[in-house]
Nanobody, 121 residues
Framework: VQLQACGGGLVQAGGSLRLSCAAS????????MEWHRQAPGKQRELVAG???????TYSDSVKGRFTISRDSGENTVYLQMNSLKPEDTAIYYC????????????????WGQGTQVTVSS
């Protein structure tokens, strides 16, 4: 299974970016798909997550500015980031999980390679 994230880039404060992450190599829908980020010198943190039924959760730092979504019944997740701030600068990682049942031959947890988001002031 591979997670391919894209959509990062350089944007001015107040601008917007849309990240996307597509999984390949599995026909089983992930229970949860999430976006995490890691800024230089900081620990990786959870930004937003969404269940296979479409229920989203957000960290307090992005609530009201970011929107996570996923294609119904698919293993593709998006992160619409609006009103970006310099403190949003980080490498953003896609994560996918099988929560209650792991399909044969699969792992419970997968990570993508990360995409850089840089917000200039």
């Amino acid at each position: 299974v591979q997670l391919q994230a894209c959509g990062g880039g350089l944007v001015q404060a107040g601008g917007s970016l849309r990240l996307s992450c597509a999984a390949s190599g599995t026909r089983w829908v992930f229970s949860d798909m999430e976006w995490h980020r890691q800024a230089p010198g900081k620990q990786r943190e959870l930004v937003a997550g969404i269940t296979d039924s479409g229920k989203p959760t957000y960290s307090d730092s992005v609530k009201g500015r970011f929107t996570i979504s996923r294609d119904s019944g698919e293993n593709t997740v998006y992160l619409q980031m609006n009103s970006l701030k310099p403190e949003d600068t980080a490498i953003y990682y896609c994560n996918a999980k099988y929560r209650n049942w792991v399909p044969p031959g699969k792992e419970a947890d997968y990570w993508g390679q990360g995409t850089q988001v840089t917000v200039s002031s």
